[in-house]
Nanobody, 121 residues
Framework: VELRESGGGSVQAGESLRLSCTAF????????MGWFRQAPGKEREFVAA????????TYADSVKGRFTISRDNSKNTQYLQMNNLKAEDAAIYYCVDNGDGSSRIEEYDYWGQGTQVTVSS
């Protein structure tokens, strides 16, 4: 399975970005997808996850109310809508697949290469 992210970039604080992640070569169904991020000098951290049906979503406290995760199973794609971005949101964002919907890094089998999000204050 190959995960390809897109949508990263540089924005001003308060602006929005939408990340996309498409899974290529996936033959399994029923598993959760999600996003993690890693800022320079910091550990990788959970951002959001969504179950297969899309009815259950989980967010890190730091992004609740600003980020929205969604998915389109017909396209094998998930999205992360990021609104009201803050300087502390700047990081490399990683798409993950084949997980249990939790915030635990070890629960996801597939990872994308990451896409950079830069936020200027």
């Amino acid at each position: 399975v190959e995960l390809r992210e897109s949508g990263g970039g540089s924005v001003q604080a308060g602006e929005s970005l939408r990340l996309s992640c498409t899974a290529f070569g996936r033959t399994f169904t029923g598993w959760a997808m999600g996003w993690f991020r890693q800022a320079p000098g910091k550990e990788r951290e959970f951002v959001a996850a969504i179950n297969w049906s899309g009815h259950t979503t989980t967010y890190a406290d730091s992004v609740k109310g600003r980020f929205t995760i969604s998915r389109d199973n017909s396209k094998n794609t998930q999205y992360l809508q990021m609104n009201n971005l803050k300087a502390e949101d700047a990081a490399i964002y990683y798409c993950v697949d084949n997980g249990d919907g939790s915030s635990r890094i070890e629960e996801y089998d597939y990872w994308g290469q990451g896409t950079q999000v830069t936020v200027s204050s």
